[in-house]
């Protein structure tokens, strides 16, 4: 079983649609959960990082459920310009050492 | 701005060529790491380093090698190139924080192709 699962998609989704993101981790001792973003061909940057108490970020929520080891992205009004590659990423130690990376999730915005 | 940079955005290189990536951060990070990407398999980590001269294998490190003289530069070195290193490579490098939870900074990564 992977550290870090997610649904690879793709998701095809018309503009204005809600799409949303599962995440699962393994190890129960994560400590901090984060979703990166990864356009075509460049390297992932940061989207929004994840707390307990869930978080938002304009038309972005991220949840978190520690007991269920789950990770949500959830997208509202979606925009051609939210087409990317999400990644959610867990750390299990301090330091940023063990980092783990899921494969990613596909969305496709179309017009 | 943050700025992670990467020596070469294409490579191609030939079986048993020694090949050199080079990573350069202009932030100051003490942290810094070596992935590669490939389809399905999300990012794997080769090696980081959290100091000068200092290194820490990941969870793929065999077939490479990395070199950190200066804070600011961590190179990855694959000795003897091989088909199955042909992938994308990306470095990354971050501030260590009194939690677990300090933002990676990624270069523009570099994608390699051995013959």
């Known amino acids: 079983r992977k550290e870090v699962e997610q649904d690879p998609g793709p998701f095809n989704v018309p503009e204005g649609a809600t799409v949303a993101f599962n995440c699962t981790y393994s190890n129960s001792a994560s400590q901090s959960f984060f979703w990166y973003r990864q356009d075509c061909r460049k390297e992932p940057k940061l989207l929004m990082s994840?707390?307990?108490s869930g978080n938002e970020d304009g038309r972005f929520t991220a949840q978190l459920n520690r007991a269920s080891q789950y990770i949500s992205l959830l997208i509202r009004d979606s925009k051609l310009s939210d087409s990317a590659t999400y990644l959610c990423?867990?750390?299990?130690?301090?330091?940023?050492?063990?980092?783990?990376f899921g494969a990613g999730t596909r969305l496709f915005v179309k017009a | 701005d943050v700025k992670v940079t990467q020596s070469s955005r294409y490579l191609v290189k030939r079986t048993g060529e020694k090949v050199f990536l080079e990573c350069v951060q202009d932030?100051?990070?003490?942290?810094m790491f070596w992935y590669r990407q490939d389809p399905g398999l999300g990012l794997r980590l080769i090696y980081f380093s959290y100091d000068v001269k200092m290194k820490e294998k990941g969870d793929i490190p065999e077939g490479y090698s990395v070199s950190r003289e200066k804070k600011e530069r961590f190179s990855l070195i694959l000795e003897s190139a091989s088909t199955n290193q042909t992938s994308m490579y990306l470095c990354?490098?971050?501030?260590?924080?009194?939690?677990?939870?300090?933002?990676?900074?990624f270069g523009p990564g570099t994608r390699l192709l051995v013959l």
């Open positions: 994840v707390y307990s």
């Open positions: 990354a490098s971050s501030s260590p924080s009194g939690r677990a939870s300090e933002t990676q900074y």
């Open positions: 990423v867990v750390n299990t130690g301090t330091g940023g050492f063990k980092t783990i």
């Open positions: 932030m100051d990070h003490e942290n």
